[in-house]
Structure formats: structure tokens, C-alpha cells
């Protein structure tokens, strides 16, 4: 079972990066797939979330606008757009998948059964 964060990197503040997260050695299709982010010193928070079947999206508010969260489950993969970065979005993003029949609450960091690896987005101002 492996989940693989990728696409961060450094960019100017009102620009835009795309992430990924491929899942393999699992039924991706049937797993809720949210994205969580951490700085130092601080624990990791809630991004955004979707639904094993895309029927439902979650975001946190200091996101929401600016953030698109996607997945295509014929390729085992799901997207975190991410427009108008500011600064504060600088941290390291976590992918994270939980089987739909626990009908997890996705905002929980405690609810997912894997994590991807974690890839750094830095916002330059």
C-alpha cells in the first residue's frame, strides 16, 4: 500500500501549483482522499477532503476559493489545484486515503488508515 505526494516546490504568492497523490496496492476507487498540511511546531491541518466517488468536496475556510481538490480513480489519482498561494500556505502537504465504509470524518488527521510521504510548497511573497 503506498501513497505518493507529489508536485511542490517554490512559488511566487499569487501563483498557482498543482498537486498529486497516486495511490497503489489499494482499491483506490473506494477510498475518501484528503489533503493536510503541517508547519513546525504546529500539528497537521485539514486542507481539503473528497469522497471516494467526487460527489462530495471539503475545504478549510482559509482555503476556500483558492483551492480545488480532484481525483480521477481511473488512474489511481487524486489533485490538489492551488491558486492565489499566499505565504501562509508555505508548509509540507500530506495526502492521506480512508476506506469509505468507515465513514470517517475527513477533517480528522486521526481517521485516515495511510499517508503519503509529504511534498514542501514554499509561497515567496
Known amino acids: 500500500v503506498q501513497l505518493q505526494a507529489s508536485g511542490g516546490g517554490l512559488a511566487q504568492a499569487g501563483t498557482s501549483l498543482t498537486l498529486s497523490c497516486a495511490g497503489s496496492g489499494f482499491s483506490f476507487w473506494s477510498f475518501d482522499v484528503a489533503w493536510f498540511r503541517q508547519t513546525p511546531g504546529k500539528d497537521r491541518e485539514f486542507v481539503a477532503g473528497?469522497?471516494?466517488?467526487?460527489?462530495?468536496?471539503y475545504y478549510a475556510d482559509s482555503v476556500k476559493g483558492r483551492f480545488t481538490i480532484s481525483r480521477d480513480n481511473a488512474k489511481n489519482v487524486a489533485f490538489l489545484q492551488m491558486n492565489s498561494l499566499k505565504p501562509e500556505d508555505t508548509a509540507v502537504y500530506y495526502c492521506?486515503?480512508?476506506?469509505?465504509?468507515?465513514?470517517?470524518?475527513?477533517?480528522?488527521?486521526?481517521?485516515?488508515?495511510?499517508w503519503g510521504q509529504g511534498t514542501l510548497v514554499t509561497v515567496s511573497s
Open positions: 492521506a486515503s480512508v476506506s469509505r465504509f468507515r465513514l470517517a470524518t475527513l477533517r480528522s488527521q486521526y481517521s485516515y488508515d495511510y
Open positions: 473528497i469522497v471516494y466517488d467526487s460527489t462530495n468536496t
